[in-house]
């Protein structure tokens, strides 16, 4: 069901995004792409998609910390590829402090992109949706959207957000075509963890390797990442007719972390 359809990844320059952005294109789904990178590295991102898949892409720079960039990367999509059939909102950062010293413009950005621009990119992305009455939304959510850990309150609060956000639009479109879920990982090798590891191995005098092991251990049961692949399996799966009836889920993929 899915060649010629249309997705627009957030935050798909790298780690989950890209991963999920190839296997959909893998599926002859047309790819729109979000998320910072150099001119260069988003041409042979691009080109790598087009010339390996087939398929047509754009590419949208949008900050989404800032709305009006977020509605006009939502419109210029469609314009390039069609109206967009599936939007994974991915893009997140990270930031790790106590709440007594977390710098609140931190707080203020983490919430502005990892949950409020998947309110956004909703809103705008629905009326397309139900004009096909076929949708499908998949809000990279994570572990963290479950359970806490010290450190990350604007993380956590943002992520326990779009956990109810995903809840909270699926039902208000649970009689149509449009499904919409969140997906919870546990800890996968991107960038966005390079710095987590980076500070153990300062922290213990350890080198990189042994500091990952350390992370991994002191929650994820498996002792071994998710791969940014089968991430963007569980994804793929979650756009096919099978997935038509899970709706305001959250699938878990971490290694056992939810379990204890
Ligand atoms: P990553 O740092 O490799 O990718 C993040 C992407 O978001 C990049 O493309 C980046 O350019 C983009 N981005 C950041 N700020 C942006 C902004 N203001 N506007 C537009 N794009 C922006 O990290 P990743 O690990 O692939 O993370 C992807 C998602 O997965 C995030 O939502 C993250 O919270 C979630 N996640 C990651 C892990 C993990 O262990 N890596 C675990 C659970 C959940």
Not at 58 to 85: C, I, N, R
């Amino acid at each position: 069901n899915l060649p010629g359809k249309v997705a627009l990844i957030t935050g798909s320059t790298s780690g989950i995004g890209l991963s999920v952005a190839k296997k959909l294109a893998s599926q002859g789904v047309h790819i729109g792409l979000n998320g910072f990178a150099k001119p260069e590295e988003v041409t042979v991102i691009r080109r790598e998609i087009e010339d390996q898949y087939k398929v047509k892409t754009f590419y949208h720079g949008a900050d989404l910390k800032e709305g009006p960039q977020v509605k006009s990367m939502m419109q210029e999509t469609s314009k390039a590829l069609g109206s967009v059939d599936i939007l994974v909102n991915n893009a997140g950062i990270q930031y790790i402090e106590q709440a007594v010293n977390f710098p609140e413009q931190k707080f203020n950005d983490i919430i502005a992109i990892n949950l409020t621009a998947a309110f956004l990119t909703t809103k705008y992305a629905l009326p397309q949706m139900l004009d096909k009455n076929w949708g499908r939304i998949i809000n990279i959510a994570s572990v963290h959207g479950l359970v806490a850990s010290v450190n990350k309150c604007a993380y956590v609060a943002a992520k326990h957000g779009i956990v109810g956000l995903t809840k909270a639009t699926a039902l208000e479109v649970a009689k149509t075509g449009i499904t919409i879920n969140a997906v919870c990982p546990g800890w996968v090798m991107t960038k966005l963890i390079e710095i987590q590891i980076q500070q153990r191995a300062d922290q213990y005098k350890i080198s990189f390797e042994d500091a990952q092991i350390k992370l991994l251990e002191e929650k994820q049961p498996s002792v071994t990442p998710v791969s940014t692949d089968q991430l963007g399996d569980l994804i793929t799966f979650l756009c096919s007719n099978s997935a038509s009836q899970i709706k305001g889920s959250t699938y878990t993929m971490d290694g056992g972390w939810t379990a204890q």
